[in-house]
């Protein structure tokens, strides 16, 4: 994906774990689960709004020509 090896994600890893310390990475970690659920549920009700929107203002839109 971005041409990351094992050494790098490893370095990576470590560098979390020093700024972040041990006790807090499950809380990091199910805090990041929660965000990127909250995106996916997002993105997916985002979907049906547009449409939803779309036949709104059409009706508004032949309620105003009538």
């Given at each position: 994906?971005?041409?990351?090896?094992?050494?790098?994600?490893?370095?990576?890893?470590?560098?979390?774990?020093?700024?972040f310390?041990?006790?807090?990475?499950?809380k990091?970690?199910?805090?990041l689960?929660?965000?990127?659920?909250?995106?996916?549920?997002?993105?997916?009700d985002?979907?049906?709004?547009?449409?939803?929107?779309?036949?709104?203002?059409?009706s508004?839109?032949?309620?105003?020509?009538?």
């Open positions: 994906m971005f041409g990351l090896g094992a050494p790098e994600l490893i370095i990576i890893l470590i560098i979390i774990l020093v700024i310390g041990g006790s807090q990475l499950p990091l970690a199910r805090s689960g929660t965000s990127a659920k909250e995106l996916r549920k997002g993105l997916k985002g979907d049906g709004d547009d449409k939803k929107d779309d036949k709104k203002t059409t508004k839109k032949d309620d105003k020509k009538s």
